[in-house]
């Protein structure tokens, strides 16, 4: 069975990129430019403020993901809450501030839960977004193979070397697993980027064949948005990095011109979705072999 929703997967190899920041935006954008259609967002980051963001003080889930993840017994549906930002926009909270590790070290449970997890994407939403903590494990590797993976960095030389790394490990854990080379990262967000950085963050996943598929300006409104524990797009919807955000959540969903950015050397729509597929038949196999 095909992979019909469409879903991202936003990872780094540091703290402090704004890999949530962008993770809850996006997931606005999307519930905003679909209005008809349900978004779903996945909290994995044990930092919980993507759930923070999303639900606000009053929502009190019953499951969380760590329940979902640990408890054979709970399904996709009983660990997801609506948004209190966007009726369309759903939820798989983290509440308790959910560590990856060692709690899914049981293979066999990870691999059934990740299939009711894309079976329930299916099924329910249009768009997916999973936000995965910072770091480069065996985790995200799992993850990675689930949609199309996006990596997000700021452009200080910490943060770039950081991402090149994740490059690297990634490939290593599926030249391992596949015993192939196989590119995981589909392209680079650049958060809080100052005007004439843009070049220096392109030239740098250039090497490594991967495309920088949105720039977002640093803007102060961020920071105004984050203590207000509001979601920019919806704050300052004119401000220039809530417009990037949206820009880039257009071209994912293929609206307003998109073209096909998420695969390399500028392959067509086409060649784009055949990429998602053949990658999300790899997962199946893999959850597969044990079953």
Sequence with gaps: MEQRTKVIVLLSNKGGTGKTFIASNLGVAFAQMCPGENVIMVDVDPGSRTTSMLL????????????????????PEDAVVRSSVMN?????PNVRGFEPHPSLKNKELLRKKLSLLLQFFDDHTSFAIIDLPAGKTTLHYFFSLVGTCYLVVRPTQDS???????????SNLAMKTLKRDERLIDGVIANAVIRGEEEKVRNFFKKHGVEVVQIVPYSPAVEEAIERWECLVT??????????????????????GWEDISVQESRDR?????????????????LRKKE
């Design 56 to 75: 606000g003080p009053s929502t009190t889930p019953r499951k969380d993901i760590f329940d979902f993840f640990r408890d054979p017994e709970v399904l």
């Design 160 to 170: 770039l070397t950081a991402g090149e790394q994740m490059i690297g490990t990634l």
């Design 88 to 92: 369309n926009l759903l939820v798989m």
């Design 235 to 256: 704050y300052k919807p004119d401000d220039p990095a809530a417009i990037a955000i949206r820009q880039l959540a257009a071209k994912i969903a293929g609206r307003e």
């Design 270 to 286: 086409r060649g784009g979705v055949l990429e998602a597929l053949r990658r999300m038949r790899i997962l199946r196999s893999i």
